[in-house]
């Protein structure tokens, strides 16, 4: 957490794909496992948190 949002604030979030892998179950079927990355910020640009 970067900074604590208070009462009053606009909340923005915007999410990108950090990493993709693909892989091989034991069954062999293929699997795309990716990790998400979400960024919220206020209305005045200050970044709050990542998820």
Not at 19 to 48: C, F, K, P, S
Request: hydrophobic letters at 35%; aromatic letters at 10%; zero cysteines.
């Amino acid at each position: 957490m970067y900074k604590h949002p208070v009462i009053g604030d606009r909340l923005y979030s915007q999410s990108k794909i950090a990493n993709i892998q693909e892989r091989v179950g034991r069954d062999g079927a293929h699997m795309l496992i990716t990790t998400n990355e979400i960024y919220h910020w206020n209305q005045r640009g200050e970044m709050l948190f990542t998820s």
